[in-house]
């Protein structure tokens, strides 16, 4: 197995971690996932980082210390299929989560980071929704960070379902090149959860020259690391697909490019 698909490591309350650097091809990206039962609290001073907290399933409580946001969580799963609550937090501070409910799960989503900027809770009403694709190339996404909106400096955030059937951050596409407007250097991270959850999905993450060619089988709660190439992913029939992506890089910007092999189906009649 390459680096690219994460299992999940159970520790006490942390079942994936991605850092910056070390074992990791990000430069951009990290990413946790915390499980907690009601009363559990998890505590982090940020340093140079940003994060985003997604109340992926459960009822939390999220404090700085200087602003609480008491309660916040949407959905039992994420199957549901609705938008949920998130904060975000910049760099040089201090949080804490602490779980209202049993079966809480907390997506950590960070970037480098150096601008402080006001602590935002991103309510599930201010997540836009949008269908993308067409034919076999469906999905319904839930956009809590995007790049339209100022909130942070480097992080990118979305949600994104795909029936099973279909094909998802497809046609290929990438962004790993500072090549503005064209292009955005944009790494990335998948968090995949599926349902029923003894599902799996495909995904393929390749170069132009296949100096990174993998081929993955991704099992519920594995984690896919992008550090550049197309990253397109396939849906058995019968099954969900769910992921969180997290991106970032050195412009906040997503501006990507369609692998011209395979970019003549947009134009299927």
């Known amino acids: 197995m390459g680096k690219l698909l994460q299992k999940p490591k159970v520790t006490e309350k942390i079942v994936q971690e991605v850092a910056i650097g070390g074992d990791s091809p990000l430069k951009y990206v990290a990413f946790k996932m915390v499980d907690l039962k009601k009363g559990d609290v998890y505590e982090e001073v940020l340093g140079k980082l940003e994060v985003c907290v997604v109340a992926l399933t459960g009822r939390i409580t999220v404090t700085d210390f200087s602003q609480t946001f008491m309660n916040i969580g949407r959905r039992a799963s994420v199957f549901e299929k609705i938008p949920t609550d998130s904060v975000y937090i910049s760099n040089d501070t201090s949080f804490r989560v602490m779980a209202e409910s049993d079966g809480v799960r907390v997506a950590l989503c960070y970037a480098p980071s150096d601008n402080k900027l006001p602590t935002v809770l991103i309510s599930a009403e201010d997540n836009s929704t949008e269908q993308r694709g067409k034919y076999s190339n469906q999905r319904m ?106 991106m970032a890089g050195p412009v906040r910007t997503w501006n990507f490019h369609n692998d011209p092999a395979h970019e003549w189906i947009l134009n299927r009649k």
Not at 152 to 180: C, F, I, M, R
Not at 184 to 195: C, V
Not at 207 to 223: H, P
Request: charged share 20%; net charge negative.
């Open 141 to 246: 996404v839930h956009n809590i960070l995007p790049d339209s909106v100022d909130t942070a400096n480097s992080l990118l955030v979305v949600e994104v379902y795909t029936e099973g059937g279909n094909w998802s951050s497809y046609p290929p596409h990438k962004h790993d090149q500072e090549n503005l407007p064209a292009e955005s250097y944009l790494e990335e991270s998948y968090y995949h959860e599926m349902n029923p959850e003894q599902g799996f999905v495909f995904q393929r993450v390749y170069t132009d020259d296949r100096s990174i060619d993998e081929t993955m089988t991704v099992e519920n709660r594995d984690v896919v690391l992008v550090p550049a190439g197309y990253h397109p992913v396939g849906v058995p029939d019968g099954y969900t697909s769910y992921y969180l992506n997290v």
